[in-house]
T-cell receptor, first 117, second 116 residues
């Protein structure tokens, strides 16, 4: 099946610094990638939808200047948490939709655990 | 608006017992997809099943089975003869085009603990 990778899998950073998380579709082209956030023992919340070559669509309540999303190619989307604070600590998961498929075909990455100290 | 409800927060069963995880959804779309995912302690989401809104046929895959009832907007998941390796958080999810673009909405998850 289609594989989506995320890098890094875990990252610890100091408050005030920025962190970039990469999401790659390894064996397929992804026109659309999604970014989710999961708080401990909570569900996944969609943060934003990113389409290759265009601006991301953010969900209500998600700060676009805080969570910068870039989808520069059909196989890579990045999420940058700018000026991270402890409350940004979370599990971030991306998913990718394969080119030419209907909206239901999403493949999830393994997630990135961010800890801000 | 779309919504997925998993009323069971945590379930504990003894190994070899059968267990059913409930999922109720809401959507205004007539075309939509339903999913179940497993999230073990490692955090990685494991895809279990996808079902589209036009296919109400129940499905069985090994010890897993799913009961899709459109009349009650439910998509329940049953594990037969549970095993310790089944211990995980299970998420039900709905994919539809509410709001004009494709979106997946997850339920709050059910934590299943299988006791040896």
């Amino acid at each position: 099946g289609a594989v989506v990778s995320q890098h890094p899998s875990r990252v610890i950073c100091k408050s005030g610094t920025s962190v970039k998380i990469e999401c790659r579709s390894l064996d397929f082209q992804a026109t659309t990638m999604f970014w989710y956030r999961q708080f401990p023992k909570k569900s996944l919340m969609l943060m934003a939808t990113s389409n290759e070559g265009s601006k991301a669509t953010y969900e209500q309540g998600v700060e676009k200047d805080k969570f910068l999303i870039n989808h520069a190619s059909l196989t890579l989307s990045t999420l940058t948490v700018t000026s991270a604070h402890p409350e940004d600590s979370s599990f971030y998961i991306c998913s990718a939709r394969a080119l030419g498929t209907s909206g239901d075909e999403q493949y999830f990455g393994p997630g990135t655990r961010l800890t801000v100290t | 608006a779309q919504k997925v409800t998993q009323a069971q927060t945590e379930i504990s069963v003894v190994e070899k017992e059968d267990v059913t995880l409930d999922c109720v959804y809401e959507t205004r779309d007539t075309t939509y997809y339903l999913f179940w995912y497993k999230q073990p302690p490692s955090g990685e989401l494991v895809f279990l099943i996808r079902r589209n809104s036009f296919d109400e046929q129940n499905e069985i895959s090994g010890r897993y089975s799913w009961n899709f009832q459109k009349s009650t907007s439910s998509f329940n998941f049953t594990i037969t003869a549970s095993q310790v390796v089944d211990s995980a958080v299970y998420f039900c999810a709905l994919s539809d085009y509410s709001g004009g673009y494709q979106k997946v909405t997850f339920g709050t998850g059910t934590k299943l603990q299988v006791i040896p």
